[in-house]
């Protein structure tokens, strides 16, 4: 069925479906420490089918399962998002050790780099999730917001498709993040299809980091660079011009300050925006 799809495919998955679709996590092993993930799976999952696989990176304070609960940044609220694709969300460390809250977010839980053990998560999820389901492996993605949108900039970097690691991510979406916070010594060297958005009153992690972080990855996807457009009103995303054929930079700028779920007169856009994007592919 071709070089790009995973061992799930044409096969029953091991991992009972009392397992996902539920809220509940799924214990894994990674970097010789305990750590889980939730998992949600199409209702109308066909295994002869390659699936995109997205990796869903809470903020701080947040966890696992109010990713599910927001239905992972609300890409899967978007009914063609809900059918093909299959999401997860890894729980992340606090004080040197594996978050273990079971409510709806985690004082301090977050994604220090702890010398590479959450991109070490990311590794095992991705191969628990190939080996039980059908995931077309050029559409892998991951997107997260604050700490997690530093999260999805470090999964950018350390596994980009073509690079060291046996995975790697097609597109990312950065919301509201800061490359600082996650990327440890890790230097993006590769092309990766990068989105990103940030409010123009963030007063926790500044507009201008945003805009930082794309403009690395458009210098590294060859496009023209030209500082994006700055809201006054109603968002305004802006596609840097350019840029490598299946490498595009986009950077959408909102008036507002350090949220997920930017509105336009109420109306929620960046989930649709982000779809957009990563469904390109």
Same mark, same amino acid.
Not at 73 to 86: D, G, M
Not at 141 to 155: D, H
Not at 204 to 227: K, P, R
């Given at each position: 069925?071709?070089?790009?799809?995973?061992?799930?495919?044409?096969?029953?998955?091991?991992?009972?479906?009392?397992?996902?679709?539920?809220?509940n996590p799924i214990p894994i092993t990674a970097?010789?420490?305990?750590? &889980?993930?939730?998992?949600?799976?199409?209702?109308?999952?066909?295994?002869?089918?390659?699936?995109?696989?997205?990796?869903?990176?809470h903020q701080r304070d947040g966890n696992d399962k109010q990713m599910y609960q927001q239905n992972?940044?609300?890409?899967?609220?978007?009914?063609?998002?809900? %059918?093909?694709?299959?999401?997860?969300a890894p729980n992340g460390e606090?004080?040197?050790?594996?978050?273990?809250? #079971?409510?709806n977010g985690e004082s301090s839980c977050g994604w220090p780099d702890s010398n590479g053990s959450n991109v070490a998560l990311a590794d095992a999820v991705v191969a628990q999730i190939e080996e039980n389901f059908c995931i077309d492996k050029n559409k892998i993605?991951?997107?997260?917001?604050?700490?997690?949108?530093?999260?999805?900039? &470090?999964?950018a970097c350390s596994r980009p498709q073509g690079g060291a690691g046996t995975w790697g991510v &097609?597109?990312?979406?950065?919301?509201?993040?800061?490359?600082?916070?996650?990327?440890? $010594?890790?230097?993006? %060297?590769?092309?990766?299809?990068?989105?990103?958005?940030?409010? $123009?009153?963030?007063?926790?992690?500044?507009?201008?980091?945003?805009? %930082?972080?794309?403009? $690395?990855?458009?210098?590294?996807?060859?496009?023209?660079?030209? #500082?994006?457009? &700055?809201? #006054?009103?109603?968002?305004?995303c802006t596609n840097v011009m350019g840029c490598k054929t299946g490498y595009p930079v986009e950077f959408c700028s909102f008036v507002g300050g350090h949220t997920p779920d930017p509105r336009d007169g109420g109306q929620r856009w960046q989930p649709q925006e982000v779809w957009k994007f990563f469904s390109q592919f």
């Open positions: 069925m071709g070089g790009a799809l995973s061992a799930g495919c044409g096969k029953a998955p091991t991992i009972p479906a009392s397992m996902y679709n539920n809220g970097a010789a420490r305990q750590r &889980r993930y939730i998992l949600s799976v199409p209702p109308n999952y066909d295994n002869t089918k390659p699936h995109r696989l997205v990796i869903a990176w992972f940044y609300w890409l899967k609220e978007i009914p063609e998002a809900a %059918s093909s694709t299959i999401f997860v606090k004080n040197g050790a594996p978050c273990t809250g #079971t409510g993605f991951a997107n997260g917001w604050s700490y997690g949108g530093s999260m999805s900039y &470090r999964t &097609r597109a990312v979406a950065v919301y509201n993040g800061a490359a600082q916070l996650s990327a440890g $010594t890790c230097m993006p %060297s590769k092309q990766v299809a990068f989105y990103a958005s940030h409010g $123009t009153t963030d007063d926790i992690l500044g507009y201008d980091g945003g805009v %930082s972080m794309a403009q $690395t990855y458009a210098g590294l996807n060859s496009c023209t660079w030209m #500082t994006p457009t &700055r809201a #006054t009103g109603s968002h305004v």
